[in-house]
């Protein structure tokens, strides 16, 4: 698969048409362990993806038994009865789409004759018709869910072997599943197949793992093979087999996962979030290792697979992400510009997916993701390729979709983040943006001393945000202050714009405040109606040519009533005066206030959700990795 820190060109994928998937989480066994605890701490892992209801379907002798609960893992955990254990099994977290969260609609389904239990990521777009088929066929349904129309066909095909009843019956399917089935008769063994949502074996010694996301399996092996779509995997207690839809075996490199599994635990702190934020300095830092070049002032990144000539014929940058992503997107886009001068526009992906863009021959694109699995960035991304343009990626999972279908690319290595909110991975994504600027920015107009002397303070990035997070305790009592307002404003201006749309985002998703971010300049413009002594307004302040402007609108803001924090530079005494609140963060060059500024209002939200009693790393209806439209 991939070098550790590059992307590499891989195999083209099998259906590029495949419209959805879902953000369930899949997990399957087959080995000597306790399969329920196995299933359930996979769940577990799963949590973040975010989900609705829960279940699981274990095999023991030639039987199948199946606990399903709305709610959390620990619901189902309770649900299941002391004495149940089995040889083999799988699990589902379920994020409703297809039927209400009930019971009934959690996975895992059955056929008809209680033997084969099959459980869904994705989206049967036939299941209608399929259901009326299978209707007619005598088959009874119980859920309201598109899922159920999987075991049901399945068994139609059924004769002893269950491989090759789901190869009959996958072509029937339309929409996209990673799914796995299990059925009574046939101990021990898994049945995998992937069409758009994404599917994982792990394997271990004596044992085997089937995953959508190796976070599920990270605790008991670190080997890994991810499938593509179009792929089949037949696994067992101690093997496995893979196959395409020309039911041709395919031989598959197994990669090695070099997480530590303390990555995915929250260690001392309270919440995923918490730690996230606190280990920006060291992601920050892995984000740039090996990728600076001292020698010649620039940056290398070799995942990019462009040579020089090729790098130098670029004429624009375009970016595709979505929430936090488009917002490094937002901020790489205006350092591309100003550092290699370069004309570069960051779009959101649920947009231009849906535009017939112009693809201009010398534009280089990027799709900005950290799960590498978002859907209106894939499909957007593919809709870009399919027209003839290189679409690199920023993608911090690597094997993810995004990172496997894109021509190349840099991975950004914050390590896994839990916390629904995105904190690590958005600074990381900026430091990407940030060596890239460098290296195209040296390879036209940028003079050696001048790259020497951003390439030293980009290395001193991870001390700034060091000290910048030192704010904890006075961000944590501002919080307190303004918890209970209805409405935030975060207002900056530059490259600080896009800061206070993240500052906003955060509040919104974790915390459930309704929060706006808008440009300072624009604030007269409209938004300044909304400015009364219950609203806050969250300022961000340079100390460069934006600072005076800056000043100006808060004090439009102050003579109007409206409660000033402002988060600003270190010994700037008369943003200080003018604010309610001051949050310093160290004194850079300007154009590394994104990394400072950002951590304030990552800080501000936390506490805020915390204050307000909110679910911080799970919040309401969000999901860690959208994978529906
Ligand atoms: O995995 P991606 O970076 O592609 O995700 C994009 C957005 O869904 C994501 O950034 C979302 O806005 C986060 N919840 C932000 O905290």
Redesign the pocket.
């Known amino acids: 698969m991939y070098e550790a820190t590059r992307f590499v060109a891989l195999p083209p994928v099998a259906n590029r048409n495949a419209k959805e998937s879902s953000m369930c989480g899949i997990i399957g066994y087959s080995g000597p362990r306790k399969t329920t605890a196995i299933l359930l701490e996979g769940l577990r892992r799963l949590e973040y993806r975010g989900y609705d209801s829960a279940g699981i379907a274990l095999g023991s002798g030639k039987s199948l038994r199946i606990v399903k609960t709305v709610g959390k893992i620990a619901a189902l955990k309770a649900a299941i009865p002391a004495d149940l254990e089995g040889n083999w099994g799988i699990g589902h977290t379920r994020w409703a789409t297809h039927g209400g969260v009930t019971q009934i609609n959690a996975h895992p389904h059955m056929d008809g004759s209680g033997k084969l239990a099959v459980v869904h990521n994705g989206i049967i777009e036939n299941h209608h018709a399929l259901r009326a088929m299978l209707e007619k066929k005598g088959c009874v349904f119980v859920s309201e869910t598109d899922t159920e129309v999987i075991p049901h066909l399945i068994a139609q095909y059924y004769k002893g072997d269950l491989l090759e009843a789901v190869k009959e019956a996958l072509p029937k399917l339309q929409g996209t599943y990673g799914i796995a089935c299990i059925h009574a008769d046939e101990p021990g063994r898994i049945v995998g197949a992937r069409n758009g949502s994404p599917l994982v074996v792990g394997v271990g010694s004596g044992e085997m793992f089937l995953a959508s996301d190796i976070t599920a399996m990270v605790a008991y092996t670190d080997k890994v093979i991810y499938l593509n779509d179009g792929e089949i995997v037949d696994l067992g207690v101690d093997h496995y087999s893979i196959s395409n839809r020309e039911e041709r075996k395919v031989d598959k490199k197994i990669d090695q996962i070099t997480w530590e599994l303390g990555s995915i635990e929250k260690g001392d702190y309270p919440c995923y979030m918490e730690k996230e934020i606190f280990e920006q300095p060291e992601s920050i830092e892995r984000a740039l290792s090996g990728r600076l070049d001292a020698e010649n002032a620039t940056a290398k990144l070799g995942g990019l697979n462009l040579d020089r000539r090729q790098l130098s014929a670029v004429g624009r940058v375009k970016v595709i992400?979505?929430?936090?992503?488009w917002h490094a997107g937002l901020i790489g886009c205006q350092l591309l510009e100003g550092l290699a001068r370069l004309p570069s526009q960051a779009e959101l992906a649920s947009e231009i997916r849906y535009r017939n863009a112009v693809v201009e021959k010398d534009s280089l694109w990027f799709t900005?993701?950290?799960?590498?699995?978002?859907a209106d960035?894939l499909y957007a991304m593919r809709e870009i390729q399919r027209k003839g343009a290189t679409v690199l990626g920023i993608c911090n999972v690597v094997g993810s979709t995004i990172a496997r279908e894109s021509d190349g690319g840099i991975y950004v290595h914050s390590g896994p983040e839990i916390a629904?909110?995105?904190t690590k991975?958005f600074t990381s994504q900026l430091a990407a943006f940030y060596l890239f600027s460098l290296l195209m920015a040296r390879m036209r107009h940028m003079a050696r001393e001048d790259g020497a002397a951003f390439l030293a303070q980009l290395q001193n990035v991870p001390s700034l945000v060091a000290a910048a997070l030192k704010q904890r305790d006075l961000i944590q009592a501002v919080a307190k202050k303004y918890c209970h307002a209805k409405d935030f404003l975060f207002l900056g201006r530059g490259m600080l714009y896009p800061i206070a749309l993240e500052g906003a985002?955060?509040l919104k998703?974790i915390s459930y405040i309704h929060a706006e971010g808008c440009s300072a300049g624009e604030m007269k413009h409209g938004p300044i109606a909304l400015i009364s002594g219950e609203v806050p307004s969250v300022f961000l302040i340079s100390d460069d040519y934006l600072r005076e402007k800056t000043l100006s609108n808060i004090r439009e803001i102050k003579a109007r009533g409206g409660p000033i924090i402002a988060v600003g530079v270190e010994g700037d005494e008369e943003a200080r005066r003018v604010a309610d609140d001051f949050i310093p963060v160290p004194h850079s060059d300007p154009r590394f206030y994104p990394f400072t500024m950002v951590v304030p209002l990552q800080l501000l939200a936390y506490f805020c959700a915390l204050e307000l009693g909110r679910d911080v790393d799970q919040p309401r209806n969000?999901a860690?990795?959208?994978t529906v439209e």
């Open positions: 992400a979505a929430g936090t992503s900005v993701s950290q799960s590498g699995e978002t960035s629904v909110a995105s991975a985002l955060k998703e969000l860690k990795s959208v």
